[in-house]
């Protein structure tokens, strides 16, 4: 499969704002695929990565970090919207959640999956590493574009330099078409919920961290 985030790459992509995000996260997951997540370094390097795999977490959800109470940690999904929620997990690997809903619910995404506009500078591929790989999963995500805690609760714009774009004209185009196929499946790494189909991701990207199981 080839990449495709030279196709899609655009200079005229608008910045998705708060009003778009306030919107359910089963809603907003797949609408996510094929928009961008950018990041830009205080150095001003920038680098723009086509999202391609994605999950929703709502209120009333038992995979929700958010299920049980409101804590120091998850009170950023309660609201508003158009914020990031990063977590550690295994004491070791960071996720990234774009904040959803209206102001008291709790609701976020998190981005499981992006290709890369180009590797980060001081960033190296392997064989077992390979370029369209680098961003196939959510702690791999935040690794290679150096997302951390530091970046939870601050609002997605790019004056915090980290922000989301919409999809280009082309690859809206494409999905409704059809040329792009997006997936929904159940989402992966859960003990609870695990029948719950809020994920989804882009058939056609290398960069799928994991692909549902085809049914004969």
Not at 29 to 46: F, H, M, N, S, Y
Not at 138 to 153: E, F
């Amino acid at each position: 499969m080839q990449s495709l985030v030279l196709k899609y790459l655009s200079s005229n992509a608008t910045v998705i704002q708060t009003s778009w995000l306030s919107r359910p996260s089963p809603d907003i997951a797949p609408e996510l695929i094929g928009c961008w997540l950018v990041r830009q370094w205080p150095t001003g390097e920038t680098i723009r990565s086509l999202i391609v795999e994605a999950e929703a977490y709502t209120s009333g959800d038992p995979a929700c970090h958010a299920y049980r109470r409101r804590t120091p940690r998850n009170s950023v999904m309660f609201g508003p919207a158009g914020k990031a929620y990063v977590y550690l997990i295994y004491g070791m690997y960071h996720c990234f959640n774009v904040v959803t809903d209206d102001d008291g619910i709790p609701s976020a995404v998190l981005l499981r999956a992006v290709e890369l506009e180009r590797v980060p500078e001081g960033v190296e591929t392997s064989k077992k590493n390979p370029r369209d790989r680098l961003g196939a999963g959510p702690g791999k995500l935040c690794r290679v574009l150096d997302i951390t805690l530091a970046h939870t609760q601050q609002p997605l714009i790019p004056s915090a330099g980290l922000w989301l774009e919409h999809r280009s004209p082309e690859c809206q185009q494409d999905i409704e078409s059809g040329l792009l196929s997006i997936t929904q499946t159940t989402r992966i790494g859960l003990t609870q919920g695990t029948d719950i189909p809020w994920r989804w991701y882009l058939e056609n990207s290398p960069a799928v961290s994991k692909r549902a199981v085809k049914k004969m």
